[in-house]
């Protein structure tokens, strides 16, 4: 099974956070199924080293990697990351979130990262996103990198990305709703059917659970596997959303069972259903439900 499906809601956290060291654990709001604790856009530039010597102090404690939540970092910058790597007990993290990922810095992480088992999950959020060209070069640069069978998931930055069309998130209104809606079918396009998964966006407001349960369903339509959540309360409406129909996952499993047999194609509940066609859909169904569950 892909360990991205169990991503599901991703809360940040600034790592200056005065309750870091309960969440990180999994103490604080233990329903959360990973965690990303953020040395970037989330401080100040001034508190970056107080940062790290929290997430030291933190590190050096926290259970074994396989107990509790999934744990991240994100780093701030290529010298950030090799700072939080030299960090007692580093290896019970996860992975790092690495931030405005481009053609040029990926080598920098690269070589940081060589001699270690992270995984990584670079953000799309720079100004080149919006060039097809761009996404298939930054696609070709991530297959070749050593880094590639690392790569849990692509993160998109939907706040950045706005920000350099000089829009924001509206309240009430999803992402899909406005231009990161075709912007998002595009990535999507570009790095899914080359085997990288990809996980949504935020949605700003914390006091909105209908606008972030529209949301939610879009993108589990459009197959993307989790979602940046900001407020504890987001998690559990991310994860609902996640689950599988039993209807889905009754087809997922003939679909998967039916590919030694002579019927290619089949009728289930009345929708046509191709062995061949519908098996990696059926295959992400099941691994999806075996974590988020069933409705």
Not at 14 to 22: I, Q, R
Not at 157 to 185: H, S
Not at 255 to 274: N, Q
Request: aromatic share 6%; charged share 25%; glycine share 6%.
């Amino acid at each position: 099974m892909s360990k991205a499906f169990q991503l599901c809601a991703s809360m940040y956290i600034p790592c200056v956070h005065p309750e870091l060291k309960a969440i990180f654990s999994g103490d604080k709001y233990p329903g959360v199924r990973s965690l990303i604790a953020c040395t970037e856009d989330a401080i100040r530039p001034e508190s970056v080293q107080s940062a790290i010597a929290s997430l030291a102090a933190i590190v050096r404690i926290l259970p074994p990697k396989g107990v509790g939540p999934l744990r991240f970092i994100r780093c701030r910058n290529p010298q950030v990351l090799e700072d939080i790597l030299a960090i007692e007990g580093i290896d019970k993290i996860d992975g790092f979130v690495l931030p405005k990922i481009d053609e040029n810095v990926l080598p920098v992480y690269e070589a940081a990262l060589r001699d270690t088992a992270h995984y990584v999950m670079p953000t799309l959020e720079t100004i080149g996103v919006f060039d097809p060209l761009w996404q298939r070069d930054m696609r070709n640069s991530l297959l070749q990198s050593s880094l590639r069978d690392r790569v849990l998931a692509l993160r998109i930055g939907g706040n950045d990305l706005l920000k350099y069309l000089g829009l924001r998130r509206i309240r009430g209104i999803t992402a899909y709703e406005t231009p990161l809606g075709a912007l998002i079918g595009q990535l999507i396009l570009s790095f899914r059917p080359y085997g990288f998964h990809l996980t949504a966006p935020v949605y700003d407001f914390v006091d909105d659970p209908d606008t972030l349960q529209r949301e939610i369903r879009q993108d589990v339509r459009m197959g993307l596997i989790g979602k940046t959540a900001i407020h504890p309360s987001q998690a559990p409406i991310i994860d609902k959303a996640l689950r599988v129909s039993r209807d889905d996952l009754e087809a997922a499993r003939i679909i998967l069972d039916s590919r030694g047999s002579d019927a290619a194609v089949f009728k289930h509940r009345g929708a046509m259903h191709e062995s061949r066609v519908h098996a990696a859909w059926a295959q992400q169904t099941i691994e999806r439900a075996a974590v988020a569950g069933t409705v």
